[in-house]
C-alpha cells in the first residue's frame, strides 16, 4: 500500500508538470495497453473531447485511472492540443497451481485464494501474497495442522502475464494431547473433561476430529462448563482463563483450564412484576424456579423459555421477559423476579416457502398450521415444522420470523427448506437355517411427481414367501386432508420344502381400498374395504388343521374384507424420533358373504422418552408394545393363514422368520396362532463420536414376546427372550440397517437367526 501511494503521488506530481495553462482538448489518445480495451479506459476517465483540462483535472483524471486497479503507472501530458495517456498495465494471473494439497482439495484451497483477490484471470498484485499464504494457513489450520508451509514461486510470461505456483507442506495434523481443569474441587476432573466436544485421541476421533482444536469448540465447551456448574447450584461460578499451547514440532496441543467454582446458592423467594395480557396465575404456575432449592441456570431459562412462549401463542411474539437476581453472596442465596414487558400483538404478514424445487407449493402449505393474517403463535409454528418433518421430503427444515419493516405488530414467518430424495431401492436379505436365503426389493417414491402422494412397487422372494404388490396413497384426497389409497397384490406361499415350517401351499391376490379421516393433528381414523381370492394346497404331511380346513371349506376361497383404524401419533419424527407416543388399533373382518368369517385386532403402542434431564441429550428410551388377537365368526374357525406368526425383524430379534408359537403335534412344526405378545424396550442414542450428526444411530434393545393358540393362555412365563444391538445410517446412497441379536430364552425346537440386515439405494 506505501508503494502505491507514493507511485500515486509521484504521478500526480508529474501529471501536473505540462503547464498552468489551461488546454481546450481536441483529441485523446491512449498509449501502453495491451490487453485493456481502450473504451474501458476512456470509461473512467473523467474528461472528454471538448473539456478543458488544467492542474486540478488532470490530477482527478490521475486518480480515477490509477482506482481501477488496472495500472501500475499513469502519466498524462499534452501534444498541442491532444491529450495522451500513458499508462502500463498490471499483469495478469495466467495460470494458478497448487502444488501438494491432499488433504483438502485444491478447488477449495483455490475458492479462498478467491476471497482474498488471488484467481486466475484477476489483476496480479504482489500486496495479496501475503493474504494469500494466511488464507492457505487458515484453512489447514481449520484442519489441525499448524504447521504446514506455503512457498509461493511467481513467472513472468509473455504479454504481462505471471504464473503463479503455490507449493504446500500439509505437515502432520496436530492433536490434542491432554486436557486439565485447574480449580475442580466439587467434581472429578475426568466427568467434566467428558463433558466437552474436543477430546484427546480415540477410537472414533478419526471420524469425528474432535481430538483436533478450535477455538469455536472451545468457547461451546467452556460455556458446557459454566452451564452445568450453574444448574448444580454455583451462581458465582467463573472460568478465570485458558491456556492453549503447542509444542515447537506443532503437532500436538495442550490446553488448560483455570476456574473458579465459588458457592452454592440457594432461592429464597420468587416473585413476577409487569404487564400480564395473561392472568399472573397461570405464568407463575409456568416458573419451575422454586423457593428452598439450589439455583439452576437451567431452570431459570426454561421459565423464561415458557413464559414467553406461552405470551407468543397470544400474539405476544416480541414479549421481553427478564429475571432479575438479588444475591446475598454471604448467606449464598438468591431471589428472583421475572419482569414482563409482552410489547404489542403481533400478527402475520405473509408466510414464504423456499426451496421446494420437486416438490409443489400446496404439498407444503397445507401442512403449515400458522394462517396469514393471524396473530402469531410459535406453538403453530413449531407444529407446522413438525408436521413438514414428518412428510420425510426434506432433509432440513429452518423457520426465521422476520419483523415486517415500517412496523411494529406484522412478521413474516420464512419456512427455508431442503429437499432430499424421496425415491429408493430397498435391498434386503436375512439366512436362516430353515429358509436359506431370503432376498426382498421394493421401488418407491414418497413424492410421485411433487404432489406429496406415494406409489410402491415391492417384491418379497425367498424359498418361503414370493410377493408382488402395488400401492398407492393421497393424504389429500379431500382439502379437509382425508386421505384416500389403493393396493394390489399377488402372493404365493410353499412351505413344503422347508423344515420346521408347516408344509402347505397358497396362491393369494386381491386389492384394498382405504381411506384416512384426520380427528386432530394427532389422532386420525381409517377405514377400509377389499377382496381376496385365496386357493390353497395341502400334502399328506400337513398339519390336521390345515386338512381340515381345506376339506371344510374347499381349496379356493373368496373374502370381502372391511377394516378400520384408530391412531395417535405425536413423535416428533418418523425417521428419527426421540420423543412423544403411538398408538395404533386396528380391526380386519370377513364380513357376511364371504366364504371365509372372522376377525383380527391389532394393538400397537410405542413410547419414546427422551433422557435429557440426565444431560444425555439426543439419548431415547423407546418402549414398544403389540398385542394380537384373531378368531372365527359365526361358528367358523380361524383360517390358518390369517394367524400370527412371531419371530424375525419386527418381532423377537434373534429368531427366524414365523418359527415363533404353536406346534403341530405330529410334525412339531409352526403352525402360528391366534393370538401374539411382543414387548420392545431399546435404548436409542448416537453414534460414538458423532454427536451432531442424525443420520447414523445406535441401539441396545431388549425382545420378548411368543404366539400362543386358542387353548393356550398368554403367559411371561412362555415367551422366548433376546438383546441386542442395532444400527441404522440414512447414507448417502440410501439407509443401512444392521441388528445382532443373542437369543436369551430359548426352547430346543426354537430356529435361531441372529444377524439381520438390509441395504438402500436412493435414486
Same mark, same amino acid.
Given at each position: 500500500?506505501?508503494?502505491?501511494?507514493?507511485?500515486?503521488?509521484?504521478?500526480?506530481?508529474?501529471?501536473?508538470?505540462?503547464?498552468?495553462?489551461?488546454?481546450?482538448?481536441?483529441?485523446?489518445?491512449?498509449?501502453?495497453?495491451?490487453?485493456?480495451?481502450?473504451?474501458?479506459?476512456?470509461?473512467?476517465?473523467?474528461?472528454?473531447?471538448?473539456?478543458?483540462?488544467?492542474?486540478?483535472?488532470?490530477?482527478?483524471?490521475?486518480?480515477?485511472?490509477?482506482?481501477?486497479?488496472?495500472?501500475?503507472?499513469?502519466?498524462?501530458?499534452?501534444?498541442?492540443?491532444?491529450?495522451?495517456?500513458?499508462?502500463?498495465?498490471?499483469?495478469?494471473?495466467?495460470?494458478?497451481?497448487?502444488?501438494?494439497?491432499?488433504?483438502?482439495?485444491?478447488?477449495? *484451497?483455490?475458492?479462498?485464494?478467491?476471497?482474498?483477490?488471488?484467481?486466475?484471470?484477476?489483476?496480479?498484485? &504482489?500486496?495479496?501474497?501475503?493474504?494469500?499464504?494466511?488464507?492457505?494457513?487458515?484453512?489447514?489450520?481449520?484442519?489441525?495442522?499448524?504447521?504446514?508451509?506455503?512457498?509461493?514461486?511467481?513467472?513472468? !510470461?509473455?504479454?504481462?502475464?505471471?504464473? !503463479?505456483?503455490?507449493?504446500?507442506?500439509?505437515?502432520?495434523?496436530?492433536?490434542?494431547?491432554?486436557?486439565?481443569?485447574?480449580?475442580?474441587?466439587?467434581?472429578?476432573?475426568?466427568?467434566?473433561?467428558?463433558?466437552?466436544?474436543?477430546?484427546?485421541?480415540?477410537?472414533?476421533?478419526?471420524?469425528?476430529?474432535?481430538?483436533?482444536?478450535?477455538?469455536?469448540?472451545?468457547?461451546?465447551?467452556?460455556?458446557?462448563?459454566?452451564?452445568?456448574? &450453574?444448574?448444580? $447450584?454455583?451462581?458465582?461460578?467463573?472460568?478465570?482463563?485458558?491456556?492453549?499451547?503447542?509444542?515447537?514440532?506443532?503437532?500436538?496441543?495442550?490446553?488448560?483450564?483455570?476456574?473458579?467454582?465459588?458457592?452454592?446458592?440457594?432461592?429464597?423467594?420468587?416473585?413476577?412484576?409487569?404487564?400480564?395480557?395473561?392472568?399472573?396465575?397461570?405464568?407463575?404456575?409456568?416458573?419451575?424456579?422454586?423457593?428452598?432449592?439450589?439455583?439452576?441456570?437451567?431452570?431459570?431459562?426454561?421459565?423464561?423459555?415458557?413464559?414467553?412462549?406461552?405470551?407468543?401463542?397470544?400474539?405476544?411474539?416480541?414479549?421481553?421477559?427478564?429475571?432479575?437476581?438479588?444475591?446475598?453472596?454471604?448467606?449464598?442465596?438468591?431471589?428472583?423476579?421475572?419482569?414482563?414487558?409482552?410489547?404489542?400483538?403481533?400478527?402475520?404478514?405473509?408466510?414464504?416457502?423456499?426451496?421446494?424445487?420437486?416438490?409443489?407449493?400446496?404439498?407444503?402449505?397445507?401442512?403449515?398450521?400458522?394462517?396469514?393474517?393471524?396473530?402469531?403463535?410459535?406453538?403453530?409454528?413449531?407444529?407446522?415444522?413438525?408436521?413438514?418433518?414428518?412428510?420425510?421430503?426434506?432433509?432440513?427444515?429452518?423457520?426465521?420470523?422476520?419483523?415486517?419493516?415500517?412496523?411494529?405488530?406484522?412478521?413474516?414467518?420464512?419456512?427455508?427448506?431442503?429437499?432430499?430424495?424421496?425415491?429408493?431401492?430397498?435391498?434386503?436379505?436375512?439366512?436362516?437355517?430353515?429358509?436359506?436365503?431370503?432376498?426382498?426389493?421394493?421401488?418407491?417414491?414418497?413424492?410421485?411427481? $411433487?404432489?406429496?402422494?406415494?406409489?410402491? *412397487?415391492?417384491?418379497?422372494?425367498?424359498?418361503?414367501?414370493?410377493?408382488?404388490?402395488?400401492?398407492?396413497?393421497?393424504?389429500?384426497?379431500?382439502?379437509?386432508?382425508?386421505?384416500?389409497?389403493?393396493?394390489?397384490?399377488?402372493?404365493?406361499?410353499?412351505?413344503?420344502?422347508?423344515?420346521?415350517?408347516?408344509?402347505?401351499?397358497?396362491?393369494?391376490?386381491?386389492?384394498?381400498?382405504?381411506?384416512?379421516?384426520?380427528?386432530?393433528?394427532?389422532?386420525?381414523?381409517?377405514?377400509?374395504?377389499?377382496?381376496?381370492?385365496?386357493?390353497? $394346497?395341502?400334502?399328506?404331511?400337513?398339519?390336521?388343521?390345515?386338512?381340515?380346513?381345506?376339506?371344510?371349506?374347499?381349496?379356493?376361497?373368496?373374502?370381502?374384507?372391511? #377394516?378400520?383404524?384408530?391412531?395417535?401419533?405425536?413423535?416428533?419424527?418418523?425417521?428419527?424420533?426421540?420423543?412423544?407416543?403411538?398408538?395404533?388399533?386396528?380391526?380386519?373382518?370377513?364380513?357376511?358373504?364371504?366364504?371365509?368369517?372372522?376377525?383380527?385386532?391389532?394393538?400397537?403402542?410405542?413410547?419414546?422418552?427422551?433422557?435429557?434431564?440426565?444431560?444425555?441429550?439426543?439419548?431415547?428410551?423407546?418402549?414398544?408394545?403389540?398385542?394380537?388377537?384373531?378368531?372365527?365368526?359365526?361358528? &367358523?374357525?380361524?383360517?390358518?393363514?390369517?394367524?400370527?406368526?412371531?419371530?424375525?425383524?419386527?418381532?423377537?430379534?434373534?429368531?427366524?422368520?414365523?418359527?415363533?408359537?404353536?406346534?403341530?403335534?405330529?410334525?412339531?412344526?409352526?403352525? $402360528?396362532?391366534?393370538?401374539?405378545?411382543?414387548?420392545?424396550?431399546?435404548?436409542?442414542?448416537?453414534?460414538?463420536?458423532?454427536?451432531?450428526?442424525?443420520?447414523?444411530?445406535?441401539?441396545?434393545?431388549?425382545?420378548?414376546?411368543?404366539?400362543?393358540? #386358542?387353548?393356550?393362555?398368554?403367559?411371561?412365563?412362555?415367551?422366548?427372550?433376546?438383546?441386542?444391538?442395532?444400527?441404522?445410517?440414512?447414507?448417502?446412497?440410501?439407509?443401512?440397517?444392521? #441388528?445382532?441379536?443373542?437369543?436369551?430364552?430359548?426352547?430346543?425346537?426354537?430356529?435361531?437367526?441372529?444377524?439381520?440386515?438390509?441395504?438402500?439405494?436412493?435414486?
Amino acid at each position: 500500500m506505501f508503494l502505491r501511494s507514493l507511485a500515486l503521488i509521484i504521478a500526480l506530481i508529474a501529471g501536473v508538470a505540462f503547464g498552468a495553462d489551461a488546454v481546450t482538448i481536441k483529441d485523446i489518445r491512449i498509449e501502453g495497453i495491451q490487453r485493456t480495451e481502450a473504451g474501458t479506459v476512456f470509461n473512467y476517465l473523467p474528461l472528454k473531447v471538448g473539456d478543458v483540462i488544467d492542474d486540478a483535472k488532470a490530477s482527478e483524471s490521475i486518480k480515477a485511472l490509477f482506482a481501477t486497479g488496472f495500472f501500475s503507472d499513469v502519466k498524462i501530458s499534452i501534444d498541442k492540443d491532444v491529450l495522451i495517456i500513458s499508462v502500463q498495465e498490471r499483469p495478469t494471473i495466467f495460470t494458478m497451481d497448487i502444488v501438494g494439497a491432499k488433504d483438502i482439495s485444491k478447488d477449495s *484451497l483455490k475458492d479462498g485464494l478467491k476471497q482474498v483477490g488471488i484467481a486466475e484471470s484477476r489483476i496480479y498484485d &504482489q500486496s495479496l501474497l501475503d493474504r494469500a499464504e494466511k488464507e492457505l494457513r487458515r484453512q489447514y489450520q481449520g484442519r489441525g495442522r499448524y504447521s504446514a508451509k506455503i512457498t509461493t514461486s511467481v513467472k513472468n !510470461l509473455e504479454r504481462n502475464r505471471v504464473a !503463479l505456483t503455490f507449493d504446500i507442506d500439509e505437515g502432520e495434523v496436530a492433536r490434542i494431547q491432554d486436557i486439565h481443569i485447574n480449580g475442580a474441587k466439587t467434581f472429578p476432573e475426568s466427568d467434566l473433561v467428558g463433558m466437552m466436544t474436543m477430546t484427546t485421541p480415540g477410537w472414533f476421533t478419526w471420524y469425528s476430529k474432535n481430538d483436533q482444536y478450535s477455538k469455536q469448540k472451545l468457547s461451546g465447551d467452556l460455556e458446557t462448563l459454566r452451564s452445568y456448574y &450453574q444448574n448444580q $447450584g454455583y451462581l458465582d461460578f467463573n472460568i478465570d482463563s485458558t491456556q492453549v499451547s503447542i509444542t515447537p514440532e506443532r503437532d500436538a496441543i495442550f490446553i488448560t483450564v483455570n476456574i473458579t467454582e465459588g458457592k452454592v446458592y440457594t432461592v429464597t423467594n420468587v416473585t413476577m412484576s409487569g404487564i400480564f395480557p395473561i392472568s399472573e396465575e397461570e405464568l407463575h404456575k409456568l416458573i419451575t424456579v422454586q423457593p428452598g432449592e439450589p439455583f439452576s441456570r437451567e431452570n431459570v431459562t426454561e421459565s423464561i423459555k415458557k413464559i414467553s412462549d406461552r405470551l407468543a401463542n397470544e400474539g405476544y411474539s416480541f414479549a421481553n421477559v427478564n429475571a432479575e437476581p438479588q444475591t446475598d453472596k454471604e448467606k449464598a442465596t438468591a431471589s428472583f423476579n421475572f419482569s414482563v414487558d409482552p410489547g404489542r400483538r403481533v400478527y402475520v404478514r405473509r408466510i414464504n416457502v423456499t426451496g421446494n424445487a420437486k416438490t409443489r407449493d400446496e404439498v407444503v402449505r397445507r401442512e403449515i398450521r400458522q394462517l396469514e393474517g393471524a396473530w402469531y403463535s410459535i406453538d403453530r409454528v413449531n407444529r407446522s415444522k413438525t408436521r413438514l418433518e414428518r412428510l420425510g421430503f426434506f432433509s432440513e427444515i429452518n423457520v426465521d420470523s422476520v419483523p415486517v419493516p415500517g412496523t411494529t405488530d406484522q412478521v413474516d414467518v420464512n419456512f427455508a427448506l431442503t429437499e432430499k430424495s424421496t425415491g429408493s431401492i430397498q435391498l434386503g436379505a436375512g439366512y436362516s437355517s430353515a429358509q436359506k436365503v431370503i432376498l426382498s426389493t421394493s421401488v418407491s417414491q414418497n413424492n410421485i411427481f $411433487g404432489t406429496g402422494n406415494s406409489l410402491t *412397487l415391492a417384491l418379497n422372494t425367498g424359498s418361503l414367501t414370493r410377493t408382488i404388490s402395488v400401492s398407492y396413497f393421497n393424504p389429500y384426497w379431500t382439502e379437509e386432508g382425508i386421505g384416500r389409497g389403493y393396493s394390489v397384490y399377488d402372493r404365493k406361499t410353499d412351505t413344503s420344502s422347508l423344515s420346521g415350517v408347516a408344509p402347505y401351499q397358497s396362491e393369494t391376490y386381491g386389492a384394498d381400498i382405504n381411506f384416512s379421516i384426520p380427528l386432530s393433528e394427532v389422532d386420525a381414523v381409517g377405514v377400509g374395504a377389499g377382496y381376496e381370492h385365496t386357493k390353497l $394346497g395341502v400334502f399328506n404331511t400337513s398339519p390336521t388343521t390345515y386338512i381340515n380346513f381345506v376339506n371344510t371349506f374347499g381349496q379356493q376361497t373368496q373374502t370381502f374384507k372391511l #377394516s378400520g383404524s384408530f391412531s395417535r401419533d405425536s413423535r416428533d419424527s418418523l425417521l428419527y424420533p426421540t420423543k412423544g407416543f403411538l398408538q395404533r388399533y386396528s380391526l380386519e373382518m370377513g364380513v357376511p358373504g364371504s366364504d371365509l368369517r372372522y376377525y383380527r385386532v391389532d394393538v400397537q403402542g410405542q413410547y419414546l422418552v427422551p433422557l435429557t434431564d440426565l444431560y444425555l441429550p439426543r439419548v431415547s428410551v423407546s418402549m414398544n408394545g403389540q398385542l394380537g388377537l384373531a378368531n372365527g365368526l359365526d361358528g &367358523q374357525t380361524l383360517p390358518f393363514f390369517k394367524n400370527f406368526f412371531g419371530g424375525g425383524v419386527g418381532s423377537v430379534r434373534g429368531f427366524a422368520t414365523s418359527t415363533l408359537g404353536p406346534r403341530d403335534p405330529n410334525t412339531n412344526v409352526a403352525v $402360528g396362532g391366534n393370538k401374539l405378545v411382543i414387548l420392545q424396550g431399546e435404548l436409542l442414542f448416537p453414534f460414538p463420536g458423532v454427536k451432531t450428526d442424525k443420520s447414523v444411530r445406535l441401539s441396545f434393545f431388549a425382545d420378548a414376546g411368543n404366539v400362543y393358540s #386358542s387353548s393356550e393362555s398368554l403367559s411371561f412365563a412362555t415367551m422366548r427372550m433376546s438383546a441386542g444391538t442395532a444400527l441404522t445410517w440414512y447414507s448417502p446412497v440410501g439407509p443401512l440397517k444392521f #441388528s445382532y441379536a443373542v437369543p436369551v430364552k430359548t426352547e430346543p425346537v426354537d430356529i435361531t437367526e441372529r444377524l439381520q440386515f438390509t441395504l438402500g439405494s436412493s435414486f
